[in-house]
T-cell receptor
Framework: DAKTTQPPSMDCAEGRAANLPCNHS???????VYWYRQIHSQGPQYIIH???NNETNEMASLIITEDRKSSTLILPHATLRDTAVYYC????????????FGAGTRLFVKA | EPEVTQTPSHQVTQMGQEVILRCVPI?????FYWYRQILGQKVEFLVS????????KSEIFDDQFSVERPDGSNFTLKIRSTKLEDSAMYFC?????????????FGEGSRLTVL
């Protein structure tokens, strides 16, 4: 699996958009970008994934650059409950491969 | 919404004792995983399981660890002789075909405390 680089922590004001960056410059052509988050010590929660097109679901949007070397997870209207560690992961979209979690970005949403 | 359930939520054991952590993955999922997280550290991969056998394991998953899917619903992690350093949160996860094998669904975890 390719490695990712994320800032260790970020702050965001409640109600504003939270933009979490991720660098994955060594990503290969068939690897997807996945985002998870972990609130306190709960089990990690899947957020979104994508290959090269931008993706949006009810939780977030994922913007992947054209060269696929970086991506941004956008939480459009952050709430206090979005305070968590956010993990950017690249991996193959096939079974049997482990998903490896890095240190992630600790997002603090402040009132 | 279907979910992965884990029991017990918290277990305290003496060093050297055997521990079994149980998980009920989502029913139509095909791939099963155990991860652990030592307090304040990263979520670490332990083992993946597919088609009734281990498909991959990490260096953490030594001979003290074993996994089993004894029936169609349960997935267990056994630690044969616990050590102090086994104290951690243990997370079970599963994936199905719909979201792809990267979309892991995690349980809420079992906290293991070894004294």
């Amino acid at each position: 699996d390719a490695k990712t680089t994320q800032p260790p922590s970020m702050d965001c004001a409640e109600g504003r958009a939270a933009n979490l960056p991720c660098n994955h410059s060594t990503i290969s052509g068939n690897e997807y970008v996945y985002w998870y988050r972990q609130i306190h010590s709960q089990g990690p929660q899947y957020i979104i994934h994508g290959l090269k097109n931008n993706e949006t679901n009810e939780m977030a949007s994922l913007i992947i650059t054209e060269d696929r070397k970086s991506s941004t997870l956008i939480l459009p209207h952050a709430t206090l409950r979005d305070t968590a560690v956010y993990y950017c992961i690249v991996r193959l979209f096939t079974g049997g491969f482990k998903t490896i979690f890095g240190a992630g970005t600790r997002l603090f949403v402040k009132a | 919404e279907p979910e992965v359930t884990q029991t017990p939520s918290h277990q305290v054991t003496q060093m050297g004792q055997e521990v079994i952590l149980r998980c009920v993955p989502i029913s139509n999922h095909l791939y099963f995983y155990w991860y652990r997280q030592i307090l304040g550290q990263k979520v670490e991969f332990l083992v993946s399981f597919y088609n009734n056998e281990i498909s991959e394991k990490s260096e953490i998953f030594d001979d003290q660890f074993s996994v089993e899917r004894p029936d169609g619903s349960n997935f267990t992690l056994k630690i044969r002789s616990t050590k102090l350093e086994d104290s951690a949160m243990y997370f079970c996860a599963s994936t199905g075909l719909a979201g792809g094998p990267g979309e892991l669904f995690f349980g809420e975890g079992s906290r293991l405390t070894v004294l």
